[in-house]
């Protein structure tokens, strides 16, 4: 069964449209990390493996090198991908409500990266009960829609906001690794369960992690 609390509000990807809108994300500059071969860092989603949006093709960012400012400031997945690592983000955008990101890191160690995995998992199940703590005005309910047979595993969620006041999100989760590497793909919009492509971002998150090497 769904858990479903009362919450605070999530920093959701349909907000992220507006900011790839205005070319923030898609117009940053390369962090140091840049320098990294890009043969040595992972591969990543192309505008093409995301879940169709009828109305809008959806428009890739460019890799960037170090941890995206969104991703610091959320509730679900700061925590562990806001760390110091080897990491790197690519945004994606559509012309209507619909906004993406995946975020990519390389561990130390196959060790190292099955602590990450497994920190990201905890706290994206975790995620409500934090927004909770922070705000009664956000009603929110957790979805786990299982794990995923991709190399190491992958793991897909959907988190479900609503305000007192009326506005609504859906957001899928997944995280997966291969390996070092550890990736995560976030895709939101206003709406709810009914309105998430479930099936197409489980076939979404395999490429993500089937990309990584």
């Not at 390389?106 to 995995?117: C, D, E, M």
Request: charged share 25%; net charge positive.
């Amino acid at each position: 069964m769904p858990k479903r609390i009362r919450a605070a509000t999530v920093t959701t990807l349909t907000g992220l449209t507006a900011l790839t809108g205005a070319g923030s994300a898609f117009g940053a500059a390369l962090a140091p990390q840049a320098s990294v071969a890009a043969s040595q860092r992972p591969g990543f989603l192309s505008a093409a493996d995301l879940p169709v949006r009828p109305g809008s093709p959806w428009t890739a960012g460019r890799i960037t090198a170090g941890a995206s400012p969104d991703v610091e400031t959320d509730r679900c997945l700061g925590r562990a991908l806001g760390e110091g690592s080897k990491s790197w983000y690519r945004d994606f955008r559509t012309d209507l409500d619909t906004s993406a990101r995946q975020v990519s890191v390389q561990a130390s160690s196959v060790g190292a990266a099955k602590a990450r995995y497994t920190r990201i998992d905890q706290d994206i199940k975790s995620c409500a009960r934090w927004i909770e703590q922070a705000d009664p005005e956000v009603e929110a309910t957790l979805k786990d829609y299982g794990r995923l047979d991709v190399e190491e595993g992958a793991h897909v969620y959907g988190l479900h906001t609503e305000t007192s006041w009326g506005a609504t999100d859906i957001r899928l989760l997944s995280v997966g690794r291969d390996g070092t590497r550890v990736t995560v793909v976030d895709w939101g919009q206003m709406g709810g369960f009914a309105d998430a492509p479930v099936k197409a971002f489980k076939k979404t998150t395999v490429t993500a992690v089937d990309k990584l090497r």
